[in-house]
């Protein structure tokens, strides 16, 4: 089954404590995408990729880093958390990222940084 | 940059009834447009998008949207709601140019259908 995934779908953490969030495609597309999803803000992208060993900050980059090694895996991660960074996480991905292509979303990550 | 306009962030409408929900886009190109719609503690999921080749686009589950470049607006509508389609829609752009990775979302409209 065509899929994104992300682990875990849930996770509860303290303010510096680094962590990583997964997502892996199994379309072999090319780009993939990190959103947040805040009450009344909507999504805004953090991170993207066009391929392996490409990535590019999108609106909120600032307290993540991401890195594309493979084409399947695009993990995010929080070096540091604060308690801003509280929200839902959606990774994407889509055949080439331009024109109109259409992203797959993951079923998203709820991370509560404490 | 991209910005898109989604006017209500709450919408309610009767099982039966037209459903309307507003996008607005600024550009002086026309863009790429797309709705989502995401499910409660789910991801989203494309219903349609606009890519040029016709005005009306219909999508899944009897949605449709018009793009009026004159309004610079892509309103999404189905004649008749079902209950089924209580969720949270989002308007989505890409500019149009070549090379053009980003998309831009809306903030969301949530849909309730009363019984």
């Known amino acids: 089954e065509a899929q994104v995934t992300q682990n875990p779908r849930y996770l509860i953490t303290v303010t510096g404590k680094k962590l990583t969030v997964t997502c892996s495609q199994n379309m072999n597309h090319e780009y993939m995408s990190w959103y947040r999803q805040d009450p009344g803000l909507g999504l805004r992208q953090i991170y993207y990729s066009m391929n392996v060993e490409a990535t590019d900050k999108g609106d909120v980059p600032e307290g993540y880093k991401v890195s594309r090694k493979e084409k399947r895996n695009f993990p995010l991660i929080l070096e540091s958390p604060s308690p801003n960074q509280t929200s839902l996480y959606f990774c994407?991905?889509?055949?080439?990222?331009?024109?109109?292509?259409?992203?797959?979303f993951g079923p998203g990550t709820r991370l509560t940084v404490l | 940059a991209q910005s898109v306009t989604q006017l209500g962030s709450h919408v309610s409408v009767s099982e039966g009834a037209l459903v309307l929900l507003r996008c607005n886009y600024s550009s002086s190109v026309p863009p790429y447009l797309f709705w989502y719609v995401q499910y409660p503690n789910q991801g989203l999921q494309l219903l349609l998008k606009y890519t040029s080749a016709a005005t009306l686009v219909k999508g899944i589950n009897g949605f449709e949207a018009e793009f009026k470049k004159s309004e610079t607006s892509f309103h999404l509508t189905k004649p008749s709601a079902h209950m089924s389609d209580a969720a949270e829609y989002f308007c989505a752009v890409r500019d149009s140019g070549a090379g053009s990775y980003q998309l831009t979302f809306g903030k969301g409209t949530k849909l309730s259908v009363i019984p």
């Open positions: 994407a991905s889509s055949t080439s990222g331009t024109s109109t292509d259409t992203q797959y």
